[in-house]
Structures are given as structure tokens and as C-alpha cells.
């Protein structure tokens, strides 16, 4: 009986060090999430700020076919 009490106190101990200090692999993994959503949120950034050009850009070219035709036309 008193060995499984030791045996249970040792084991405790154990699980309050490990949650405590968490093996190295843990924390870079943790980091590594960290970074990876920070890249994820700038990537999106990106893609929008991207998107918007590109239908800006969209908006000229037509604008621009427009002007063309009524120069055509005139002509």
C-alpha cells in the first residue's frame, strides 16, 4: 500500500513538472503556430489588397476600351 502511494506521488510530480516545463518540441511547435498564423493573416492581407488592384486595374482597362470607341466613333 505504501509503495502505491509512492508510486502515485512520483507520478503526480512527474505530470505537475511536465505542465510545468513543457518539452522543448512543445514550445517551437507552439511558436511555429504562432508564425504560421501571422503569415497566414498577412497572406490574406496581401491577397486582398491584390484582388482590389486587380479589379481597379479591370476598371481602367474598360474605361480606357470605352474612351477608345467613342474616339473611334467620332472619328
Do not use: M
Amino acid at each position: 500500500r505504501i509503495n502505491k502511494q509512492k508510486g502515485r506521488a512520483r507520478r503526480e510530480k512527474e505530470e505537475t513538472r511536465a505542465v510545468a516545463n513543457p518539452p522543448q518540441e512543445t514550445v517551437w511547435l507552439d511558436l511555429l503556430e504562432k508564425k504560421k498564423k501571422k503569415i497566414d493573416e498577412s497572406l490574406s492581407n496581401l491577397f486582398g489588397h491584390f484582388v482590389s488592384t486587380k479589379i481597379i486595374y479591370q476598371k481602367a482597362l474598360s474605361l480606357k476600351a470605352k474612351a477608345f470607341g467613342e474616339i473611334r466613333s467620332t472619328l
